[in-house]
């Protein structure tokens, strides 16, 4: 078999949207990190069809991509649509692959960009697309526990109204990345942030965050307590005909009216 391949022109999220256009079905496989994470946010940028989309990667790279919220969120949405699926395997020890019906792109890193080399040999691409399958046959599910953004954000306005769920929103894209419990800004303290914007009940927020999925109710208080000793947030008690009170949500500083002064508060 001869196989001719060319280095791309194109950024990495052109490559990517151009492949989407052209294909029924698309196959990713052992991605790194930066690989995976903008392949998703590209592809949930898409708005048209989009192919059938699997994804196998090694448990570290998804474990460390899904930590993100953002990503996560995103993934969970794609998947509910059963347009992606996710499966872990160990046994991967080859480049970055993108496989559509008729075309395989292995990425280059070339002055720091992400760049890919192509061919488009018939042969070449059905034996990888063959490896591949058998690979995706005796790999593993990978489960994801962050719910869809789609259901947070509808959720949010449903519970909530409209204002929090654009404040939530407007934090979360004001961000680059949320990635999980060890930072400081995850999407627990973006919704006790927001509720607290909007002088809401913390018994609310975090039945809302254990019912969708976000995070537990003990993971909630455990994060309001941090916040007050970090003097971001306070409660006022308010009380209910039967059981003990209610916590209120409250800013310190009631006049951070934008989200880049919540930001600023917990970076501080």
């Known amino acids: 078999m001869s196989s001719t391949a060319a280095v791309l022109d194109q950024e990495f999220k052109e490559i ?8 029924e079905s698309l196959l990713l496989i052992n991605p790194a990190p930066k690989v995976f994470r903008e392949f998703v946010l590209t592809v949930s940028e898409v708005d048209d069809h989009l192919p059938d989309i699997q994804v196998l990667a090694s448990p570290d790279v998804l474990k460390t991509v899904t930590d993100d919220f953002i990503v996560a969120s995103q993934i969970s949405d794609l998947i509910e ?8 395997t160990t046994e991967i020890s080859r480049n970055s692959l993108l ?14 960009k992400l760049s890919g080399l192509s061919s488009e040999d018939d042969e070449f691409v059905d034996n990888v697309r063959s490896t591949f399958n058998d690979e995706w046959e ?11 953004l789609s259901r947070v954000k509808k959720t949010l306005r449903e519970e909530f109204g409209d204002e929090v769920e654009d404040d939530f929103m ?21 919704a006790l942030l927001v509720g607290a914007k909007n002088n ?22 455990r ?3 941090r916040l007050e000793d970090r003097n971001v947030i ?8 039967i059981g003990r009170p209610r916590l209120r949500l409250l800013l310190v500083e009631d006049n951070l009216q934008n989200s880049e002064d919540l930001i600023e508060q917990v970076d501080a």
């Open 16 to 23: 990517i949207q151009s492949v989407l256009e052209e294909t």
């Open 81 to 88: 649509q059963e347009t992606l699926a996710l499966r872990a």
């Open 99 to 112: 496989v559509s019906d008729d075309q395989v792109v292995a990425f280059l890193a070339i002055d720091g």
């Open 138 to 148: 005796t790999s593993n599910d990978f489960n994801l526990r962050t719910p869809p």
């Open 170 to 190: 407007t934090v979360l894209d004001s961000v680059e990345s949320v990635p999980g419990e060890e930072n400081e800004l995850d999407e627990v303290t973006i």
């Open 200 to 221: 809401e009940l913390l018994y609310d927020i975090s039945k809302w965050g254990e019912d969708t999925g976000v995070a537990s109710k003990a993971t909630f208080s």
């Open 223 to 225: 994060t309001k307590t």
């Open 234 to 241: 306070e409660t006022e008690k308010v009380p209910i005909e």
